[in-house]
Structures are given as structure tokens and as C-alpha cells.
């Protein structure tokens, strides 16, 4: 089933089925947003567990902690290989720097404040606000590397970013996109204004690939969905005080 081949792409748990080839790969893509949801909640549960017993701060770490064992840090590698290759000075030696295992200090300024802006905004709010923001992070974060990687053309003809774009089927990846969007939509100002950062995160940073690397990597893709994330966990922090989850 592609559902288990998702999990077991994008997770470190136990549950899944890695994928025999790149076509089953490229068949699970349009579980990522679900995966993501079910990510979220999971980081959400822990936030709102130890937000009383511990407060806030040290629950929004531990919370995000947990996101980044469950997906063995797999988009954070990206956003650091990405930040790394951006600091090269030409194409070919941007996606050189791109496939370097090792991190820079790009790369690592750029997960300290990924890090630091994901738990500055979670520990703002409260326990089931928090949950809520969490869950809408995640699933918007794999929803948009799904749309990007859909609309984009790959900076190479192999790596991730080639494979994830060859053989999804668009039909149903784009209505799992869409349905990620309506959800996030659907939850007042607070989702619709969280959508729209994501849409503004998730743009920028594919046009940014685009420019630097000739297109889209696996490297870039998971680097927009560490965006995405800090994108909607800061809209949730600015807003949730005054405006609620629906729109009533």
C-alpha cells in the first residue's frame, strides 16, 4: 500500500514499507500531506502532554524534538544541504555542495533558527491551540513540497527531486493537495492566513532553486517544507489570541 511507503519514507517508525523502487516511490507521494497530519499530531500530543507539567518552553522543544526523531531529521538535512549549496558561486558548484554529506556553517545557522523560530512560536501558545498549529504545520509543509515538486522541474535528471516527479500520479497527488489546502482553509483566519504564509514561504524558496540550482532537489523540497512549518507556526502565534479556529 502507498500509505505504507510514505510512512516508511518520511518517518523512522515502525509501520511502514520502504519503497522497492522509484515507482513506488513515486506512487506514495500523494500520502505525504496525510503522513505529515499524523507527524503533527503525534509532536502536537507531546506539546500538549507536558505543557502543563513543564510549561510551555520546554514542552515546544520537546515537541519539536519529537518531530525531528520521528523523521530521523530528514527535512532538516535538507534545509541545511540547501542553505549550504546556496552559498556556492556558481550552478555546478551549488549542486556540488548540494550532494556534500558534511554541514556548514550555512547550514547550520539556518537550523538553529529553524529551531529557534518553530519553538518561540509553539511555546506562545497553548496546549490544544498548539496541538491544532502543529498538526496544520506539518501537513502544509509536506502538501507544499507536493505542490512544488509537481510544478517544478528538477535541477538533475536522478536524485529524489527527479524521482518524486516522474512517477506520482498527478490526479490524485493534486487531490490530495487540494484537500490539505480546503482543511487548512476551513480553520478560520487563523488557517487561512497560515495558508497563505506557507503559499509565500513555499514560492520563495522554489524560486530561489529554481535561480540557484536550475530546479528543485530533494534537498530543496525538504527545506520548503521546514518553511512551511515556521511559516504557519508563526501565523498561529500572531493570531490564535484574537481570532479562533473557525470562522463563526
Do not use: N
Not at 158 to 181: E, I, M, N
Request: charged share 10%.
Amino acid at each position: 500500500m502507498s500509505l505504507r511507503r510514505a510512512w516508511a519514507f518520511l518517518t523512522r517508525l515502525p509501520g511502514g514499507a520502504h519503497p522497492a523502487d522509484e515507482q513506488e516511490l513515486g506512487r506514495s507521494v500523494g500520502w505525504f500531506p496525510l503522513v505529515g497530519a499524523v507527524l503533527g499530531g503525534l509532536s502536537g500530543a507531546v506539546y500538549w502532554a507536558l505543557h502543563g507539567p513543564v510549561g510551555s518552553l520546554t514542552a515546544a522543544v520537546l515537541a519539536v524534538a519529537a518531530s525531528a526523531a520521528a523523521t530521523g531529521c530528514f527535512h532538516e538535512d535538507g534545509l541545511a544541504d540547501t542553505a549550504d549549496a546556496l552559498g556556492g558561486t556558481t550552478r555546478a558548484r551549488r549542486l556540488e555542495i548540494m550532494k556534500d554529506s558534511r554541514v556548514g556553517a550555512f547550514g547550520v545557522i539556518a537550523l538553529v533558527l529553524s529551531v529557534l523560530v518553530r519553538v518561540s512560536a509553539l511555546s506562545s501558545l497553548g496546549p490544544v491551540d498548539g496541538l491544532l498549529g502543529l498538526v496544520l504545520a506539518h501537513t502544509l509543509g509536506r502538501a507544499a513540497a507536493v505542490a512544488v515538486m509537481m510544478t517544478a522541474r528538477p535541477a538533475a535528471p536522478s536524485g529524489l527531486g527527479h524521482c518524486y516527479a516522474a512517477h506520482l500520479p498527478r490526479g490524485w497527488t493534486q487531490a490530495a493537495v487540494v484537500a490539505s489546502l480546503a482543511a487548512a482553509a476551513s480553520l478560520g483566519p487563523v488557517g487561512a492566513a497560515a495558508l497563505a504564509a506557507a503559499a509565500v514561504g513555499a514560492a520563495t524558496v522554489g524560486l530561489t532553486a529554481r535561480r540557484a540550482f536550475g530546479g528543485t532537489t530533494g534537498d530543496v523540497l525538504g527545506a520548503i517544507e521546514q518553511v512551511v512549518e515556521m511559516a504557519v507556526l508563526l501565523s498561529a502565534a500572531a493570531l490564535t489570541s484574537t481570532h479562533g479556529w473557525t470562522w463563526a
